[in-house]
């Protein structure tokens, strides 16, 4: 959460996870994520970072230590629409990155939907930059805000905040 009375600008946050994947998409099934979260919006623009560590809990990469999985955003609202680009990179462990070639880089073209409130989508499709991604990859995020707290919702109008 961004601090109170701080720059409306600025967004910061943190996204923590706990998983518990199945085998077939995850061999080491039980993993952690911490997810920084640092952007800057205007009305127009949407800059994003996200330095995310990935962390195993069992199975064989549990003792290779966090992964850096880098990810960011940039977007230009026309109209209704936000298009951007997008990227998500995997450079294995931090203790000993993987080299270039089996490292995943992947570069997405993007549109979000930006004209109903409390609803999300964004569609994108990416190329893989390097030997160890996928070719091309569609991705499609659907969601929806429950506002449980009105004066909140009532803050973000009064802002400008889309």
Request: hydrophobic share 40%.
């Amino acid at each position: 959460m961004t601090p109170p009375h701080w720059d409306a600008h600025w967004r910061l946050g943190l996204n923590l996870e706990l998983s518990l994947l199945p085998q077939t998409y995850d061999h080491d099934r039980w993993g952690s994520e911490v997810r920084p979260i640092v952007a800057w919006a205007s009305y127009d623009w949407l800059f994003v970072v996200n330095p995310i560590f990935d962390q195993a809990l069992a199975g064989r990469d549990a003792s290779a230590g966090p992964s850096f999985e880098p990810a960011a955003k940039v977007s230009r609202r026309w109209g209704p629409l936000a298009m951007g680009l997008e990227y998500y990179a995997s450079f294995g462990p931090l203790s000993a990155p993987l080299p270039w070639r089996s490292q995943e880089h992947y570069v997405y073209e993007t549109v979000d939907l930006l004209s109903v409130d409390e609803f999300e989508l964004n569609v994108g499709i990416g190329e893989g930059l390097t030997p160890a991604s996928a070719g091309i990859v569609a991705k499609v995020i659907v969601g929806y805000a429950i506002e449980t707290r009105p004066e909140r919702a009532a803050s973000k109008v009064s802002k400008g905040m889309p």
